[in-house]
């Protein structure tokens, strides 16, 4: 079952998008409480979030290559 046919070939892409509209909706949430300026949360939880998965993907590439 295909939902989203457009992705057929690259699951990879929506799981970026997918990650990404998370870790906004997070750092949007997390201005509640804060109480800092939504779009300031968001845009830091993206950043940050993204960067660890760069990161971690990088990681994990260049562990399959040596191992």
Do not use: C, H, R
Request: hydrophobic share 65%.
């Amino acid at each position: 079952a295909n939902i989203f046919p457009i992705f057929k070939v690259n699951l990879f892409l929506l799981s970026i998008i997918i990650t990404a509209l998370s870790l906004f909706t997070v750092g949007f949430l997390k201005s509640f409480v804060t109480k800092d300026f939504w779009l300031k949360e968001a845009a830091q939880m993206l950043l940050i979030g993204g960067v660890a998965s760069v990161a971690a993907y990088y990681v994990g590439l260049l562990l399959s290559i040596i191992v």
